[in-house]
């Protein structure tokens, strides 16, 4: 809104004026002044000053005095350019609330952008942010990824779990949506679906089974979907199945088991005969067996048994036996299934019969080709190359554009550039902040872009895991030296380029109280002197590396402060080594 000060204004008229709410009414205020937080007694004793930048926050009544609650809720950030008569404008940033009083004979002259970039610097100085902890997220590093770390991970499985969003190009370790085991006479296949990203993908490549190629298995199937709309299912999960184990040895009594699931459409019933089937006659060979298995079932609350039949299994083999039996075009519902043998088997040393149900397939018929989801589907057979729990699977997968509005239509724009990964997490409505284009000032964004590319800083990042926005976003931001914020509505960006603005300040005895000004520097003495960055090395498969940057006195240094950064997203080297050399300066010259 326009705001006009035609007189001096006092410290305590500002706060009143500037911020939406009664300042006895549940929470308390604390301000300051260039850089100096004042006590509460002061607030009513000190003027606004031109040139004076000015800073408060609101503290809910038993949240304390914390840095992370005042940052929480709410920052006001004013720059009074002139003590009469000025035209203002009034902004948010993330929940809280920006202006800028701008003077002189230009009456209406608005600063915005500028104001809230030195309004944001001051605000990160006095209450530098905190992000909240998010189960499986930790800033600067994936507590609960499968992707990301020092120790090789499963493939994760199990319900609601996030879909997937890539950046770039990454060697990946993706949620596994679906796995069953299919029969076919003795011969056991695995089958898994992954879900690789919840988006449109440009390939998926180099696929490893327990970090082993995947050419060096034998009858394997690969199946891959890159997330189209109008894509086709996955040829072996059509249906969704789910393998109940149910390991009982079969005698003439009857085996009974319920399905799980209550929209059954069809159910397998896997059998094994773990000890071969046949006889050992008296010349020393084996003579062939039989055993007769009856299978029957009903819809749950129902009293009749449909009989599926009397399944003969006859054999002369002394190596495991596996059957593999179908009921199909079942009315949808819940189950009971039994089994049992028909006739009692022949005992004695000489005769291999043990007879097992190994377990109860459930199946839901549908044509599920998961529209809009990146899919890997693996048909593998179970030998002794590959036997045992679950194998973990991994691929390099490959996104190259994200869409990007330019003012009058969407263009692709590299999904490695830091700026248009930030722009996509915000906009996109599938996956990220779904703020509206409109919203969204693309010509910032387009300068950051361009200084990504000309120092190439890239970005490579693979987010399997729930994470708050904000996070993200100061995630990727780092690596393009920059960070989104927001004006009012409008969300922008900053980076540390070299004609970009940056934050001063002048005192003079026309700002400064009598016998208040001092001086006081950080000590450089307890700064970290050796920084070690963390990064996922493209050439070395993306698995994680890390470098050591050394202050350029360092031998002459009598005591190792270390601090240390995980790099999520720079696959890079030479990116790595630079970012290190930029944080060590940072640390060691600004004060």
Known sequence: KQIEALEPLSMRDVVRQYYPASLDAFFDVVVSINGRILEEQRIDYIDVNPGDYVAFCAIPHGGGRGKNILRTVAILALVIAAPYLGAGLVTGSFGAYSATIAAGGFAGTLIGTGIMVVGGLIINALLPPQ?????????GGFSNSQTYGWEPSENLYKENVALPVLYGTHRITPPCIGRYVSTSGDKQYLNLLYAVAGHEIDEITDIEI?????????????????????????????????????????????TTRQTIGNSVNAIGIGILLPQGLFYANDSGGLSAQTVSIDIEYRKVGYLSWTNYGTQVITEASNSAIRRYYLIENLESGQYEV??????????????????????????????????????????????????????????????????????????????????????????NSDYGGSVPYSWIIYENFSEWADFCSENNYTCNIYFDVIANLRKVLDIVSQL???????????????????????????????????????????????????????????????????????????????EIRTNQIDLVGCSDRDMAIRHGKFLMNCNRYLT
């Open 131 to 139: 992000l909240p902890d998010t189960e499986g997220f930790e800033y």
């Open 210 to 254: 327990n970090d082993t190629p995947v050419e060096y298995f034998s009858d394997v199937e690969i199946s891959k979907r890159y997330g189209e709309v109008s894509q086709t299912a996955i040829p072996y999960f059509h249906d969704t199945y789910s393998d109940v184990a149910i390991g009982a040895e079969l005698t003439t009594n009857w």
């Open 338 to 427: 039994r089994v049992k043998l028909t006739s009692a088997l022949p005992t004695g040393s000489r005769y291999r019969n043990l007879t097992y149900w190994e377990y109860m397939q459930e199946i839901v018929s549908d044509e599920f080709t998961y529209p809009g989801v990146a899919l890997l589907g693996i048909k593998i057979l179970a030998t002794d190359q590959l036997s045992g729990p679950t194998p973990k699977v991994t691929c390099l997968v490959t996104r190259n554009y994200v869409q990007v509005w330019t003012g009058s239509q969407y263009e692709d724009k590299p999904a490695t550039n830091p700026a248009w990964v930030c722009y996509d997490m915000l906009h």
């Open 480 to 558: 393009g030296r920059g960070s989104v914020i927001q004006i009012g509505s409008k969300f922008s960006c900053i980076y540390d380029g070299a004609d970009f603005p940056v934050q001063r300040f002048m005192f003079t005895m026309g700002n400064i109280i009598k016998d208040s000004f001092e001086e006081t520097w950080l000590s450089t003495d307890e700064r970290a002197n050796v920084i070690e960055v963390s990064y996922y090395d493209a050439e070395l498969n993306y698995t994680k590396q890390t470098i050591t940057i050394e202050q350029e006195d360092f031998e002459n240094q009598t």
